[in-house]
């Protein structure tokens, strides 16, 4: 209570005869020296080392959030920088006793103390007369201070302007920067300058600070009010002040929970809670019921689904840190059934709960009728309540198809508030036959004549480790495989960029059961391996394991149909009629070599369009140039 009497200084007793003027809380409790900072330590010791030591920097970067006191810390650095007394004439952080500069630094009317709203002062020109009067030292203090507020607006020749005078200063001026918008900074100033980074206060913090400014003013105030504001200010002291100055004239000299509810179109946090545990019991009509007379009592939709969502992050973060509850910020109702809430629901379920109230949130408030908007969030929100993880639900459809009992589904509906740690099974009537693998190699194609056969065992993936009743394991097919089988996979599954480069980039070593062994073109991405791996497994059912071999391997699928068909070629080009047409046109060539199917020999070719055609005469064609 002392410390806050001082810190209201003289300005809190008005001359004799007149009344006194009436000050927001944000002004009349602006902190005057570093002790009436809150939530600053970090910053406030490294200053006192640097002062200390006479490590004092030429400029300083203050950033954080609106009304954390970015402008307020960079006057009463300017103060400490300037600090003189009858006992004291250098920098000092110890600012119990007012100073000659300190009170017209303070109230921000002192001659070598120059603030500037960059805001507004934006160009060249500002910044150049600021450089044109940096040469003059301080007419009464020791420093020549320079405080340039929003300092991210100015232009990018002001910044450029501003460089040279920065780096080297004279030595009786200091620079003091503050912005919201740190990274809209140029590295080239930052570089030059002292960061500090102002952090939100804690919602603790702020609720005894509120209290203290409420017992200075002997207002009365409730714990719950406070806390309400606090929340609202998120981590903003002059935003917590201007609400609570607010709840003090909307009160009638009183800061009340009920009154402050209702100037923030709040609902009460008790009331939300049984909003959750409807929504979390999947109960609809319990819900929309509640959200109605909220509404009636005033609560904004909007705000609702975002108390949902706050409280949604409360009970998440109580599962894992059941020590947040000691918040002084938390109603007793937040922390007993947040708590009993937390141990109740599962990860999964507070995940969806999350995410779909945000996307509900932005609805809600882009939606021109938010009451409705909002119980349709609700009313999803109920409904998947019931439905499990996308996990949960594969295990459970997987059982099924094997035909397993006793299958554990934690967040599944059973009776109890959905997602809870309780859990549940499917039951399937048993099967004679054990289920085939989920997925079966394509079927066997006809061989092409290329030099890279290679036979492949195809074994069944493993059972899911989640079916608790084991059953035979289903004998493995024997399935032949060959590089072009890999090729007609990609094809059918249209994977046209992995069927290129198999064809072109791919030189087969060996195959075996899940594994492949090959050697690469030097076209071919590095990437490649782990892609055709996971491609294997996703169109077989298999795992495989592709790995690169330093052997030469056969060649690529590209390759050994070049060569077939230069042999195609070579052998038509011997051909005796062939030969006397090329004789007989001369320039002629021969462009491609295709396959009748006249007659049906036992051997089978295929052309280059991928049509298997019997061996039979040999149909050439020739183009003339």
């Known amino acids: 209570m002392a410390d806050m009497e001082r810190s209201m200084w003289d300005e809190a007793s008005p001359p004799d005869g007149q009344p006194a003027e009436y000050r927001v809380l944000a002004r009349k409790y602006r902190p005057k020296d570093f002790t009436d900072l809150i939530g600053q330590e970090p910053m406030v010791r490294t200053l006192t080392n640097a002062f200390r030591t006479g490590r004092i920097a030429q400029a300083y970067m203050l950033t954080g959030v609106r009304g954390v006191g970015k402008t307020t810390t960079a006057r009463i650095l300017a103060r400490a920088l300037n600090y003189r007394t009858d006992t004291v004439d250098e920098p000092s952080i110890d600012l119990a ?3 000659d500069h300190c009170k017209a630094i303070i109230e921000g009317r002192h001659v070598d103390v120059i603030e500037m709203d960059a805001a507004s002062h934006t160009g060249i020109d500002d910044i150049r007369e600021i450089i044109e009067q940096v040469r003059y030292r301080p007419v009464s203090a020791r420093y020549k201070v320079y405080i340039i507020d929003e300092v991210h607006m100015l232009s990018t020749q002001a910044f450029n302007g501003l460089l040279k005078t920065l780096e080297e200063p004279p030595p009786h001026v200091k620079f003091i920067f503050a912005t919201t918008e740190i990274r809209k900074v140029p590295i080239t100033v930052l570089s030059r300058c002292q960061r500090f980074d102002l952090r939100r206060i804690d919602a603790g913090l702020l609720v005894e600070h509120f209290r203290r400014i409420a017992d200075a003013e002997k207002v009365e105030a409730d714990d719950l009010a406070l806390s309400m504001i606090a929340r609202a200010a998120e981590g903003s002291v002059r935003d917590g002040l201007s609400l609570m100055d607010q709840a003090i004239a909307h009160g009638g000299g009183r800061i009340e929970a009920d009154a402050v509810r209702s100037m923030l179109g709040l609902a009460d946090r008790g009331r939300v809670i ?24 005033g609560a904004n939709p909007p705000v609702v689904l975002t108390d949902l969502a706050d409280f949604t992050h409360l009970v998440t973060r109580l599962k ?3 020590q947040a509850a000691n918040d002084p910020s938390l109603s007793e109702a937040e922390r007993s059934r947040g708590g009993e809430l937390a141990g109740k ?31 349709m969030v609700l009313i999803r929100l109920t409904h998947a309540a019931h439905l499990p993880s996308p996990e949960d639900a594969a295990r459970q459809v997987q059982a099924l198809a094997d035909g397993g009992q006793g299958v554990a589904v934690p967040g599944a509906p059973s009776g109890s508030p959905a997602g809870s740690s309780m859990s549940t099974s499917v039951a399937s009537a048993p099967r004679s036959e054990p289920a085939p693998p989920a997925s079966q190699p394509p079927p066997h194609r006809p061989a092409q004549a290329s030099s890279q056969r290679m036979q492949l065992v195809a074994q069944p993936a493993p059972e899911p480790e989640a079916v608790a009743v084991p059953h035979p394991e289903a004998p493995s097919p024997v399935v032949s495989m060959t590089i072009d089988d890999i090729v007609d996979l990609a094809t059918e599954n249209r994977d046209i960029k992995l069927k290129t480069l198999v064809r072109t980039c791919v030189r087969p070593v060996s195959i075996e059961a899940g594994r492949l062994e090959v050697s690469l073109t030097d076209e071919a991405p590095k990437s490649l391996l782990g892609d055709l791996g996971v491609a294997l497994e996703k169109w077989t059912g298999q795992r495989w394991m592709v790995t690169l071999s330093r052997e030469t391997g056969a060649p690529t699928v590209a390759e050994a149909e070049a060569a077939e068909r230069d042999t195609r070629v070579r052998s038509a080009r011997e051909d005796p009629d062939v030969a006397a047409i090329l004789e007989r046109f001369p320039g002629a060539r021969i462009t491609d070599v295709r396959i009748t199917a006249e007659e049906a020999p036992d051997e089978m070719l295929q052309s280059e369009e991928g049509d298997v055609l019997p061996a039979g005469d040999q149909e050439n064609e020739t183009e003339g140039e």
Not at 284 to 297: G, P, T
Not at 345 to 373: A, C, D, F, H
Request: hydrophobic residues 40%.
């Open 274 to 297: 049984d909003l959750f545990a409807h929504i979390a019991g999947g109960d609809v009509a319990a819900a929309l019921a509640e959200f109605r007379d909220q509404y009636d009592s």
């Open 97 to 99: 006793r007012s100073g």
């Open 320 to 322: 894992f840190v059941p």
């Open 345 to 375: 629901l599962g990860v999964p379920v507070l995940s969806r709960l999350w995410q779909m109230l945000l996307k509900g949130i932005s609805e809600t408030e882009g939606s021109n009728r938010p009451y409705s908007s909002a119980e």
